[in-house]
Structure formats: C-alpha cells, structure tokens
C-alpha cells in the first residue's frame, strides 16, 4: 500500500473546525456549572489594604467571593525546579506583584453576574514604587540560576585575541519588546469535583499531564485523582505550555462553591495572566578579517524576568553554533521587574536571538563589502564548534541556493536607497533560520476492534498544527491500512502519558512512541487465529518511545533561509512587505499541506513580530496599556503578501525513528532580520529595536 | 456590565422624549456604545435603540445629497453618487475599521465616536474624560496614539473617526432635533468641542438632541476631493495622520482648497492657514509641500507622539498631490 506519511492529506479535524463541532474547553457541556471571574489589581505592586465583600456578595446570583482572606490554604511551594513550573498567584496573602495580578475570584450563577459582582469589589491598596521596566533595572542584572538547555554562559578560544586581530567590528545593541502571544482562544478551565479528592478538568492547555501535575501538588492529592481532558486548542504557542494561576484558582472556586466551575480568562487577562515573551538587550560584537571570515563574536542577553520567578529567554544559544568561530563568547543575564513571569512564546531564544545575530551579520557584509549571502557561506559551519559534535544533518547551503533563486536575488542591487518604484523605496533582505531538533519520552496505545479498525491513543495535545493528522497517518503506514479505518484520540491523561506539545518536539517524540504501538500491535494481530478474530474482543498494545540514544553523537538542528522584499513609502514611512521566499530543511515531512501551514503560520508571525507587536507597560503602573487586539497589533489580512516555501527534504536517521526535526517553531526564526535588513536595503536606516514601527524610518 | 433599561421607540418624537431623560444613551450601530459599556466605561441606565426608526435613507439631488443619521458606513461607502461627488468621504469611511464593523456602524454614531485613548477604555486608570477631576493617565503616560493639537492640560485624546476628517473638509452640514420640537442646522465644524477643562463633552449637542442627517453641498473641491490615512498596518487600524483634502483648480491655478486632518487632533482638525496659502497658487507638487508646511501650527508634542507633526505634513502633501492629479 502507498505510505500516507509525506502525503499531503486533509486535516482529519478539519471539518469538526469548520463546522463548529470540535470541542473545546469552554465548549464543554457541564451540568449546573457556574462561572468565576478572576478581578485583577489595577496597581504594581502593594498590598491589599481592603475590599469591599459585602457589596460584592449582596448582586445577585453571587455563590462565592474567594479573596486572601478566606481562601483554603493550598500548596504553593513548586515540587520541582522544572522549567515548566511557575510561581502562581491563588490568593494566599494580600501581595500584590505585578499589575492585574488575581486578588480575587466571584464566582455567580452566570457569567454577566459574575462579571458585575466583580466590579463592585472596589480595591484599596498600600501601594508601593514600581519598576516597571527592564531598562530601569539594567543595573541589577544577575546570572540566572539556570537554563532549560545549555548554560547561561559560555566560552570558546579568546574573544579579545580575535576582535584585537579583526579588520572589521560591528559593535551593536539590537531590543526586542516584551509581546503577547493572544492565540485566538483565550485560556479557559471547567473544574469538576468528585467527592472531596477527585477533580476532572477540562482545560485549554499544550500540556494535560503538567496540569494534572500540578494541581495534584496544589491541592496535595494523589496525581491519578486528577483528570484532564484537552481534545481541542484554538492556539497555544506557548502560553498555554505551562499551568498557570487561573487554572488552579479555577478548581478552587469549583471547590469552594461545591459545584463545577467555568472560568474563561479575559482578552485584557491574556496580557498578565498568562507569560509573555520578555523584553531583550541584545549586545552583539562581530570581528571578521578583511575576507569576512568571522575571527571573534560575542552575544550578550539580558531579558526581563519578573520579581519572584525565574525565566531566562536563550536568545543566544544559536549563536553558539550557528558559524564557525574560532573565538566566541555568549551569555544570558536577568533583571527583575515587577511584572508577571515571561514565559515561552514560539520560538523562545531563536526567534528574538536571531534578529540580533542575523542583523549584526547583515552590518558586517556592508562593512566587509560582500553579499550577505557570501558573508554567511564563508562562515558557513560545518560542525558544532562549540559542543564539537558533527551535525546529524544540515542543508542550510541549499536552503539558501533554492530560495535565492526562487526570489531573484542576484537582481539585487546591494546599494542601500538604490531600488526604487514610484514613491517606494525597494529592499530585499536575506537571513538564516534555525531551531533545535528536540525529542522527549512519550507513549501511546494501539487498538484492533473486531470490526476492523484500529483505535490509537496517546494523551498528546493538537494545538491546531495537525497531531490528529500525522499521528493518523504514522498510524496507517505502521498498520498497513488507510487512515480512514483509524481513529486517533489525544488530550485525556487516561490516555497513555506524552510530554507538553512545545519546543516543535511533538512529532518527533509521539510520532515515534504511535509508531512502536502499532508495530507491536501488528504483530499481536498477525498471531490472531480467524476464531481470535471471530471472538469480537479488541486487542491492544501499548509502547514507549524513548529518546534515541545516538543523539547524543551529534548536535541536531533544523536550519532554513528567508528573503524578504519590503516596500517603504519614502515620504510617508509605511512599511509594506510585498513578498517572502524561504526554504527550511527539517527532516522528514509528514504532511506537506500541514507543515507548510506551519511555515506560512511562523512566517506571519514574523512578519508581526518585525513590524507590529508591542505589548507596551506604563512606566508609572506597570499597567499594560495595549491590553486588546486594536491596541496590541497583529497583522491582518491586508499585511501578508505571497508567502513562497520550499521544503527540503532530509533524510536524518539519527533524531528520531521517523526522522522528523519539528516544524513548529523555525518559521518565525530569522524572519524579523531578513526585514529589518531589507528595510536597511532601501532606506539607509538600521533599525535595531523591535518593532519596526513607521515612526523609526521617517527621516 | 451594568443592568439597564432598554427601549425601541417606533417613531421619532418617542425616540425624542425617550433622550430627554437623564443617564440615556442613544443606541444606532452599538460599535462604540455596546463595546464601551462592556468595558463599565459607559453605564448609562436606559439604552434608546433607534433601529426602529426610519433614518437611514440617502437622499439624492442635483447640488446636494442628504445621509440619514442611521445609514450604514458601508451603504455611504458603497454608495456610486458618493463616491463620484465626494469620494474623499467614501475613501475615509473605506480606511476605517472592518468591513463588518462598517456594516453595523451607522453616520450620525460615527459623528459621536468616543475616543479610543487605552487610557480612557480602562476603567482602571485615570481620566478625565470618563471620570471629571480623576487626572489624565496619558499627558506623561504611553501617548504614541494622542494629540499632538487642541490637547489641554486635562486631555490629549485623539477623535479617530476617518468619517469626520472627510465631513470636515466636504464643509458638512449637521441636521439636529430635539423633544421641544426644535430643529436646528449647523455647520459639521460647530459640532466638536476642544476639551478645555471639560473633556467629558465633546460635541455642542444638549442632552436630548439627535442628529437626524447629514447634508454634503456639490462643490469643484468636493469632487476632487480624496483622503490618505497613515497607520501601523495596512488595515483594521487607527490613523497615526491623515487628510481629508479638496481642490478646485482652474487652469492650473487653484481657486478653492480644503484641508483637514485626523488622528492628530482631539476633534476632527480644519487647517486654514494651508487652505489659505494654497489659494491662488499654481498646482504643483512644491506648492502643496509648501502649504503642508503651515499645519499644525501651535501643536505641542510629546516624546512619544512627535513623529506626527512632520508626518502630518506629508499626508497632506500626498493627499494634495492625489487631488490635484500630481500623484
């Protein structure tokens, strides 16, 4: 039979989508559940002096007003040092962190009265100064305890003996704003109690067994009496990868009012509630000889973390391997402000790390005099200098060749201001893209039924990028069936247990693991006699994948090239991308449709990143100001030009036993450099602090 | 959300009576009222639906065409003897908002668009607008968005309406009544208040006063007229600078002009001192930078909103360019 797997089918889930048939959280149907509202302090930092309960309690429909004041006391203490753990705010005492931190829950027999109960609370405060943002506290950088991969800092060869010897320096400091990820479903629970020590949620989340985790550990009851259950999820991206306060606030509501309890974080929430990608000071100095031949590099981040929490945004890790350089020096430093936790937002590192590196290496071929194309192949890095190791795969050569080509850039004309049409000034812009190729351990349980067909389950999420689909078709090929006689189910930890859909790994850990189970229940079905069969009872099998061990020989990336063409209106600033080209190489595809809507999706985004997105915080409150989608923009229709993506195919025995390198992430990398060096390329001007707003290239 | 009284008058003395009482609001297309009292920015306690009313009419005549109050934005928009006679008011109402939202919003309800200042939507922040006397959270606060003229010490909140920029230079005349039976006429330039000290009124309508249409006079500038806004993206935004401008040109010479701005003012901007320099002048690309060069005279920046004023200048210059066929 011809293999499903790198063929382009239909999203299985597509048309449950489109239809409104797919469940999703809120969506829940939930016998006599009430609805919570979260209220926010509208200060930054403090301590609750009074709240006025009584008139809160006295609207009508109100079943409970839960404040620090009578909230049952849980456990706030994280159990591990997990990255994916955060310190919560469940109204334990009357600190106020951050601004729009929860300081109470109103929980009413419908939302419109709960929503309204919440506003009579009136708040006062002892209010105390705030640091609102990370450029006041530059000061009081500190190292970071720890990083989820790698070391904060590190060193190779001498950064002083290479820049002293370097005929060419770019010495540049590149910003990234603190932004939002605002999927388009908001984070949303449904609580429901079962006796004193039992608790079903139903949750929007890219991971079902960090939450059953937990909330286990908050409410000190054992890991199987919690069940959460995720089919659907209008977006993550990050924000959803880890359990944030509202989830548990949302189960203690539930219990407190001894009912089920809905809880749906607002538009507003979504800005504090929830992380965001923290704010960066990229300081980057690049020393090449007269050739370009990159001598020394250094990449120095401070991002922002919040008071009372630790989260270090690793822009600087791809800079470690991305070229060959004998002498190189990175590191990674916090400052606290008071302000929620920052937290993974797609491609957390390499998505605001490349648009310092990947800047400061289109400064040098000016500088060198060279294309930027050239520039890169001279450093082109055939090993991982730092960890020595040889790459289990690259293609970043052809990435460059087939998209250069496929974008026309030897029409360039590498003169800033030289490329014109009518009143707009033209640039073409170029940059390199990069994600690692992560796996995690993860498992899952195949089914023959008597009726022919197979059910395959793991308790994975599909956070829209198509896990029902290419788990689907894993599961085809391995069984040597079509799709349409297998059904895949995921988002239930009664399902076999798989890690957070994060880090583009979910296909490279839970592809493998469906893969196992299926091969295992091939054979238990071969060894069937006909009256096996006949006896109408499923057979199941169930398997474990485990991260391959040959990993560890190599360093493993995904790499990939983006050309942008941009058009500046030379008297009036605006900004228009007319068209992007990129090429990524990431292993096997799957799914062709669904991976190039992953690409197209992180280019998008990039295109957002680079020109529009700021979440912007007031100096004064720490109050973010753009705190709905018409103040904190992204971008519309209008904005996105012809979106062109080559898909190289790999063939990586070593990642994985699919060969998949994750897709998930890379489309954003790189793509917020390649425009800010086309906006260079036809206006002169180097904007090196995120976004790249009109105001910063009307001259 | 508050409770509140609501009520669907089918004639328009109801409708009329039903505005004269205290703490009510007029409710037409709901895309500013309905999202402000959402937000507990707006609480009033009796909601007036006029969507039983018949006002939505467009009246078409030789010299004049009449828009009833509750015309939809998209069926002024869409509208061909508008966009022939007065295409800068179908170009503006075309650059603002979605096209669902210009479905639902109505004229005389983007006349009294309120301002969209975050300062001002968060009720958890001071303003004067919303909340006379608590302070302006936007004078030393995050003001990229606010105006850069007609600002005050308590306010600095930019009107966004695109619509207004263009009833502006179209010298727009307002058709108002009230329960007591009266009706009045004004120029569209008499309907916005600067904030002074009072930026919680904005227009010089009493309580109780409905505007019922708007009636556009054919003019040469009129139909030249065209309207370029700048904004962060290319749609669904508000205007960093705009304009709304008109040129009658006879033989190269320009014998009547028009210009307003939006986006960087608190109400919708008439700027004289171009018109008057363009006046008499021959069209061409110098003249009309010239001319742009005399806006905004008197504006006080901030740090944030500075880039305006020279932007400003330049719309101008563009949209000049595009009426008098230069561009």
């Given at each position: 039979m011809k293999p499903s797997v790198g063929t382009p089918i239909d999203r299985i889930d597509a048309v449950k989508k489109v239809t409104g048939r797919a469940t999703y959280a809120a969506d829940t149907e939930v016998t006599k559940v009430a609805h919570a509202v979260i209220a926010t302090s509208p200060i930054g930092k403090g301590t609750i002096a009074a709240l006025d309960i009584d008139a809160v309690r006295k609207q009508p429909g109100v079943l409970a007003v839960i404040t620090h004041a009578n909230a049952p006391h849980v456990t706030l203490k994280k159990q591990g040092n997990g990255p994916n753990e955060r310190v919560l705010q469940l109204l334990q005492d009357a600190e106020v962190h951050y601004n729009d931190q929860p300081i109470a829950v109103v929980v009413a027999d419908t939302l419109e009265r709960a929503q309204h109960a919440a506003s009579m609370l009136a708040?006062?405060?002892?209010?105390?100064?705030?640091?609102?943002?990370?450029?006041?506290?530059?000061?009081?950088?500190?190292?970071?305890?720890?990083?989820?991969?790698?070391?904060?800092?590190?060193?190779?060869?001498?950064?002083?003996?290479?820049?002293?010897?370097?005929?060419?320096?770019?010495?540049?400091?590149?910003?990234?704003?603190?932004?939002?990820?605002?999927?388009?479903?908001?984070?949303?629970?449904?609580?429901?109690?079962?006796?004193?020590?039992?608790?079903?949620?139903?949750?929007?989340?890219?991971?079902?067994?960090?939450?059953?985790?937990?909330?286990?550990?908050?409410?000190?009851?054992?890991?199987?009496?919690?069940?959460?259950?995720?089919?659907?999820?209008?977006?993550?991206?990050?924000?959803?990868?880890?359990?944030?306060?509202?989830?548990?606030?949302?189960?203690?509501?539930?219990?407190?009012?001894?009912?089920?309890?809905?809880?749906?974080?607002?538009?507003?929430?979504?800005?504090?509630?929830?992380?965001?990608?923290?704010?960066?000071?990229?300081?980057?100095?690049?020393?090449?000889?007269?050739?370009?031949?990159?001598?020394?590099?250094?990449?120095?981040?401070?991002?922002?973390?919040?008071?009372?929490?630790?989260?270090?945004?690793?822009?600087?890790?791809?800079?470690?391997?991305?070229?060959?350089?004998?002498?190189?020096?990175?590191?990674?430093?916090?400052?606290?402000?008071?302000?929620?936790?920052?937290?993974?937002?797609?491609?957390?590192?390499?998505?605001?790390?490349?648009?310092?590196?990947?800047?400061?290496?289109?400064?040098?071929?000016?500088?060198?005099?060279?294309?930027?194309?050239?520039?890169?192949?001279?450093?082109?890095?055939?090993?991982?200098?730092?960890?020595?190791?040889?790459?289990?795969?690259?293609?970043?050569?052809?990435?460059?060749?087939?998209?250069?080509?496929?974008?026309?850039?030897?029409?360039?004309?590498?003169?800033?201001?030289?490329?014109?049409?009518?009143?707009?000034?033209?640039?073409?812009?170029?940059?390199?893209?990069?994600?690692?190729?992560?796996?995690?351990?993860?498992?899952?349980?195949?089914?023959?039924?008597?009726?022919?067909?197979?059910?395959?389950?793991?308790?994975?999420?599909?956070?829209?990028?198509?896990?029902?689909?290419?788990?689907?078709?894993?599961?085809?090929?391995?069984?040597?069936?079509?799709?349409?006689?297998?059904?895949?189910?995921?988002?239930?930890?009664?399902?076999?247990?798989?890690?957070?859909?994060?880090?583009?790994?979910?296909?490279?850990?839970?592809?493998?693991?469906?893969?196992?189970?299926?091969?295992?229940?091939?054979?238990?079905?071969?060894?069937?006699?006909?009256?096996?069969?006949?006896?109408?009872?499923?057979?199941?099998?169930?398997?474990?994948?485990?991260?391959?061990?040959?990993?560890?020989?190599?360093?493993?990336?995904?790499?990939?090239?983006?050309?942008?063409?941009?058009?500046?209106?030379?008297?009036?600033?605006?900004?228009?991308?007319?068209?992007?080209?990129?090429?990524?190489?990431?292993?096997?595809?799957?799914?062709?449709k669904t991976a190039n809507n992953q690409f197209v999706g992180g280019i998008v985004w990039g295109i957002g990143m680079a020109l529009q997105e700021h979440t912007v915080r007031d100096r004064r409150t720490g109050r973010v100001v753009t705190r709905d989608l018409a103040d904190y923009h992204v971008p519309v229709n209008a904005d996105i030009p012809a979106i062109d993506v080559i898909s190289i195919d790999e063939v990586d025995p070593h990642v994985n036993a699919l060969g998949t390198k994750g897709i998930g992430e890379i489309g954003i990398t790189g793509v917020t450099a390649a425009i800010a060096n086309a906006v260079y390329h036809a206006t002169g001007t180097r904007v090196r602090d995120l976004p790249i707003t009109l105001d910063k290239v009307l001259v | 959300m508050n409770a509140f009284e609501y009520i669907r008058p089918l004639d328009e003395a109801e409708a009329l009576r039903a505005l004269a009482e205290p703490d009510t609001a007029a409710l037409a297309g709901g895309t500013t009222l309905v999202d402000l009292m959402r937000l507990d920015v707006m609480q009033p306690k009796r909601v007036v639906d006029l969507g039983g009313l018949k006002l939505d009419a467009i009246d078409v005549k030789p010299g004049a065409i009449t828009i009833g109050a509750l015309a939809s934005n998209t069926a002024v928009a869409d509208h061909p003897e508008i966009k022939a006679r007065f295409p800068a008011l179908a170009e503006a109402i075309d650059a603002g908002a979605s096209g669902q939202i210009r479905n639902m919003a109505s004229v005389g309800g983007n006349l009294l668009q309120r301002t969209r200042c975050s300062y001002f939507r968060d009720t958890a922040s001071p303003c004067n607008k919303r909340e006379p006397g608590s302070g302006c959270a936007a004078i030393d606060g995050y003001n990229r968005m606010h105006a850069v003229i007609g600002g005050s010490r308590d306010c600095i909140a930019v009107h966004p309406s695109d619509m207004c920029v263009a009833l502006m230079a179209l010298d727009a005349v307002v058709h108002v009544k009230s329960a007591s039976g009266g009706e009045r006429v004004m120029p569209f330039v008499d309907l916005h208040t600067l904030p002074d000290d009072k930026p919680h009124i904005e227009s010089t309508l009493t309580p109780g006063e409905l505007i019922t249409s708007i009636e556009l006079r054919d003019s040469g500038f009129a139909k030249t007229s065209r309207y370029v806004k700048v904004r962060d993206r290319a749609s669904f935004a508000f205007a960093l600078a705009s304009a709304a401008v008109g040129l009658e040109v006879a033989g190269g010479t320009i014998n009547a002009a028009r210009v307003a701005l939006g986006g960087v003012a608190t109400k919708p901007w008439r700027e004289h001192a171009v018109e008057a320099q363009l006046v008499g002048k021959r069209a061409s690309k110098d003249a009309f930078a010239g001319a742009a060069a005399l806006a905004l005279r008197g504006a006080e920046p901030r740090p944030d909103n500075a880039f305006k004023i020279a932007l400003a200048k330049r719309v101008i210059a563009r949209a000049l360019e595009l009426a008098g066929g230069l561009s």
């Open positions: 708040p006062r405060f002892k209010t105390a100064g705030v640091l609102a943002t990370l450029e006041q506290g530059l000061g009081s950088a500190h190292k970071p305890n720890g990083m989820v991969h790698g070391e904060p800092d590190s060193s190779r060869g001498s950064f002083d003996v290479g820049i002293a010897a370097a005929k060419h320096v770019v010495d540049a400091t590149y910003t990234t704003p603190n932004e939002n990820h605002n999927p388009m479903e908001p984070h949303a629970t449904i609580a429901v109690w079962n006796g004193g020590d039992h608790v079903t949620l139903y949750d929007s989340t890219q991971g079902i067994f960090g939450v059953r985790q937990r909330i286990a550990e908050i409410f000190a009851i054992p890991k199987a009496n919690v069940r959460v259950i995720d089919q659907f999820v209008g977006g993550g991206f990050g924000c959803k990868g880890t359990p944030w306060s509202h989830v548990a606030l949302c189960a203690l509501a539930a219990k407190v009012v001894n009912r089920p309890v809905k809880l749906a974080v607002t538009r507003p929430q979504m800005f504090s509630l929830v992380g965001h990608r923290p704010h960066t000071v990229q300081h980057v100095r690049l020393g090449a000889d007269p050739t370009g031949k990159l001598l020394a590099t250094e990449h120095a981040v401070t991002s922002e973390t919040s008071m009372f929490d630790e989260f270090v945004e690793p822009s600087a890790l791809q800079t470690r391997m991305l070229y060959a350089c004998p002498n190189l020096i990175t590191s990674h430093r916090l400052v606290g402000v008071d302000a929620p936790t920052p937290t993974f937002m797609r491609a957390p590192g390499e998505s605001s790390g490349t648009f310092a590196i990947e800047s400061a290496m289109d400064e040098l071929a000016y500088l060198v005099g060279i294309d930027p194309i050239e520039l890169r192949l001279r450093n082109y890095a055939d090993k991982d200098e730092q960890e020595n190791k040889p790459f289990s795969s690259k293609s970043l050569r052809q990435c460059y060749e087939q998209a250069a080509a496929k974008f026309g850039w030897s029409k360039r004309s590498p003169k800033p201001r030289s490329m014109r049409d009518g009143h707009e000034l033209v640039g073409y812009g170029m940059a390199t893209a990069t994600y690692p190729a992560n796996q995690w351990p993860a498992s899952a349980r195949a089914t023959w039924r008597p009726d022919g067909t197979y059910l395959v389950q793991s308790g994975t999420q599909d956070l829209g990028t198509g896990t029902y689909t290419v788990m689907t078709q894993i599961a085809a090929d391995e069984l040597g069936v079509t799709t349409d006689k297998v059904t895949f189910e995921l988002g239930d930890t009664a399902f076999p247990e798989a890690p957070v859909s994060g880090g583009s790994t979910t296909a490279s850990s839970v592809g493998p693991a469906v893969k196992a189970a299926c091969a295992l229940l091939k054979l238990k079905v071969a060894a069937m006699t006909p009256a096996d069969k006949a006896a109408g009872q499923p057979v199941t099998a169930e398997a474990a994948s485990e991260v391959s061990p040959q990993r560890k020989q190599f360093s493993l990336h995904s790499f990939g090239a983006d050309f942008v063409e941009v058009r500046v209106d030379e008297q009036l600033g605006q900004i228009r991308i007319a068209r992007v080209v990129a090429a990524f190489a990431t292993g096997k595809i799957l799914n062709p | -």
